[in-house]
């Protein structure tokens, strides 16, 4: 079983950036790639980009490309999504998700509030 | 860029009843389309991949069907706690890209 912990609620000024982590635990011999998704308040999931770590890729969706960073941790056990340049549009709910691929997301974390006010 | 359409995008339904959603990709995108199920305030969960595949531990009354571009997911026997919202999901590998659908949000 894989457990994924994500780092708590962030308030932010618009301009400003947000570095999020999500640290996997348990039996993750089956979740090398890290996706991140974003929840606006009241509207559905959309696909930031993922990251598979032990293989050094990592891509982006267009609408994100230049502002996100994608990274990992020493340990491959820790990622991370920086978002910056933050409008009020970014407010919303993060999660990060581990599976085989980018696009098998199996473990999911608790979601991450980012809040951006001006 | 592919894109996803899901209809209906909420239905009202009871106890015991059969539902079924249905995911259009605009293109052909072979059996690479997932299926999740989020509900209030909750991290989405992984129902049914590749199209037709239950996760494990994923209850039987779910079960998905479909390739090329279009897709049926459907709940047989549906319970109280599938009130939830479901969306479609599909994925390429090179490059790696991922589209969810619009989701359908089903009342019980």
């Known amino acids: 079983q894989v457990q994924v912990l994500q780092s708590g609620t962030e308030i932010k000024k618009s301009g400003s950036s947000v570095k999020v982590s999500c640290k996997a635990s348990g039996d993750t011999s089956n979740s090398f790639s890290v996706s991140w998704v974003r929840q606006a308040p009241g509207h559905g999931l959309e696909w930031m980009g993922g990251t598979i770590p032990v293989a050094g890729r990592t891509h982006y969706a267009q609408k994100f490309q230049g502002r996100v960073t994608l990274s990992a941790g020493e340990s491959t056990d820790i990622a991370y999504m920086e978002l910056r340049n933050l409008t009020s549009a970014d407010t919303g709910i993060y999660y990060c998700?581990?599976?085989?691929?980018?696009?098998?997301?199996?473990?999911w974390g608790q979601g991450t509030l980012v809040a951006v006010s001006s | 860029d592919i894109q996803m359409t899901q209809s209906p995008s909420s239905l009202s339904a009871s106890v015991g009843d059969r539902v079924t959603i249905t995911c259009q990709a605009s293109?052909?995108?072979?059996?690479?389309l997932n299926w999740f199920q989020q509900r209030p305030g909750k991290a989405p969960k992984l129902l049914i991949y590749?199209?037709?595949t239950l996760e494990t531990g994923v209850p039987s009354r779910f079960s998905g069907s479909g390739s090329g571009k279009n897709f049926t997911f459907t709940i047989s026997g549906l319970q109280p706690e599938d009130f939830a919202t479901y969306y479609c999901q599909q994925y390429t590998n090179l490059p790696p890209d991922v589209t969810f659908g619009p989701g359908t949000k089903v009342d019980i």
């Open positions: 590749d199209a037709s």
């Open positions: 998700a581990r599976g085989l691929i980018p696009g098998h997301m199996l473990h």
């Open positions: 293109q052909d995108i072979n059996n690479y």
